[in-house]
């Protein structure tokens, strides 16, 4: 089974640099970002990082996770 990376609040400016450098390091890794795109996400700059990557967003808050989300995770 492949590893995925989680990251939480990759939308923010710590977050999205640390996408940029594991996009970067690997771009075929598989990362899923949680993140609930609150007032310090900048969506425009996280949508031309994640272009180049394989990464899956999940725009939920990481404390009222979903069933479905969950089973995803797993």
């Known amino acids: 089974m492949k590893e995925k990376i989680l990251i939480t609040g990759a939308a923010g400016f710590i977050g999205r640099e640390f996408l940029a450098a594991l996009i970067q390091q690997n771009p075929r890794q598989e990362i899923i970002v949680i993140d609930a795109f609150t007032y310090a996400a900048n969506v425009k700059d996280y949508s031309d990082i994640i272009s180049?990557?394989?990464?899956v967003t999940l725009d939920e808050k990481i404390q009222t996770l979903s069933?479905?989300?969950l089973k995803y995770l797993d």
């Open 52 to 55: 180049f990557g394989n990464v």
């Open 67 to 69: 069933e479905a989300t």
